[in-house]
């Protein structure tokens, strides 16, 4: 039987109401079993003038993609997994104790998580960012034609051109383990091209949705920096529209009819603006002013490596100037996330029952600027993570 972890004389945040309020915590396993005041355990850890907030959730992240400067042609393709060790670790001491991830990861990744050969945060995957021919997707060259950088069984093909096509390749992505179904619905800012178009029909987009729900109830995010794009996703049905660097009131509009959330991804744009795409900043909190103001949901994604991997915590300050306050920021990034990636009833707020995942952080206000730099200690699935 496993003892009864007291963390006693600390105060906890109510990610639901934003309400901080002194508490303990007791957890047993991996649970939370216990919430009040006064409570006992087994043992005990001296939470005084601490916060507890819940573990953090990344609902956009790369943990494989981290060595991008390495040509996939040049290097071995074990590189990519390795690669995933350190960033996992990373993860992990920062408090992230869940990620969707956004493409690049494979089943292999996750199971060395789930056995415990590596540290990590708990991970849901997508394999590939599937897409039509000529989207971000489809390696192809004057010189060689089409390519696939990756050739690996684990990371089948993700290009589809047509409806029958496109429940082909969810199909594919299914049958190598994917949690969630990524598509590519508009160019990409890093790359400079397309952000504006719309690389995909209705038709297309709505039969990758329908496949995808038809396929355990798999959820769809589609990456999306332009309107139209974002438009066309939320009403074909995708759970989640990521980036949305240049929202407008018509897709926002959609989105809000259409129950969609948001990812935004704010790192890519608001932690180094003057090398943003010119306007691009300033488009991205306009997005955000817009989708606040609409009563769209959002949820906490740091789109990283676009950033190193050390800043994923940065997002929450981006999420909080933003229009969502820090309460906001720290909700999208705790509940909110878990709601988005069909968590919440495991984990996402400090509550009986639910998944023993926290972190302990110096003083008891709620300010997103520095969390990196407060955090004291760090629970996953009931054990405590080494700082």
């Known amino acids: 039987m496993s003892p009864r972890v007291l963390l006693h004389s600390g105060s906890v945040l109510d990610v639901v109401a934003g309400e901080v309020r002194p508490a303990d915590v007791v957890l047993e396993g991996d649970r939370i079993v216990d919430v009040g005041i006064g409570l006992d355990g087994d043992e005990a850890i001296d939470c005084q003038n601490n916060l507890l907030v819940p573990g953090f959730i990344d609902c956009h992240t790369h943990v494989c993609l981290s060595q991008t400067r390495l040509s996939p042609l040049e290097v071995p393709r074990s590189v990519r997994p390795l690669s995933a060790v350190p960033v996992l670790w990373t993860l992990l001491r920062l408090g992230v104790t869940t990620v969707r991830d956004a493409w690049g990861a494979d089943a292999g990744v996750r199971l060395a998580i789930a056995k415990g050969w590596i540290d990590g945060p708990d991970l849901l995957i997508s394999l590939r960012q599937v897409g039509t021919t000529g989207a971000i997707g489809d390696s192809w060259s004057p010189r060689t034609g089409s390519l696939d950088f990756f050739d690996d069984p684990a990371l089948p093909d993700p290009i589809f051109d047509g409806s029958d096509a496109a429940r082909a390749v969810v199909r594919r992505m299914v049958r190598a383990g994917a ?209």
């Open 179 to 387: 949690d969630w179904i990524k598509v590519t619905a508009t160019g990409s800012m890093a790359l400079g091209t397309g952000v504006h178009d719309v690389q995909l029909t209705l038709d297309e987009l709505t039969a990758v949705v329908d496949e995808a729900r038809r396929r355990g109830g798999r959820g769809v995010m589609v990456h999306a920096h332009g309107a139209r794009a974002a438009e066309l996703a939320a009403r074909a049905g995708a759970a989640s529209i990521e980036h949305g660097t240049y929202l407008d009131e018509a897709a926002i509009s959609a989105m809000a009819d259409a129950g969609t959330w948001y990812v935004p991804t704010l790192s890519v744009t608001q932690t180094d603006p003057e090398h943003a795409p010119e306007g691009a900043a300033e488009a991205h909190r306009e997005s955000m002013r817009l989708a606040i103001d609409a009563g769209v949901r959002i949820a906490m994604g740091s789109d990283n490596p676009v950033r190193p991997h050390t800043e994923v915590l940065w997002e929450l300050r981006h999420l909080a100037a933003t229009g969502l306050g820090d309460a906001g920021a720290l909700r999208a990034a705790t509940i909110d996330a878990a709601r988005l990636l069909g968590l919440a009833d495991d984990r996402g707020e400090l509550v009986a029952g639910k998944r023993a995942d926290l972190v302990l952080l110096a003083g008891t206000d709620l300010d997103c600027t520095a969390l990196e730099q407060r955090i004291q200690q760090i629970v996953h699935n009931g054990t405590i993570v080494g700082r």
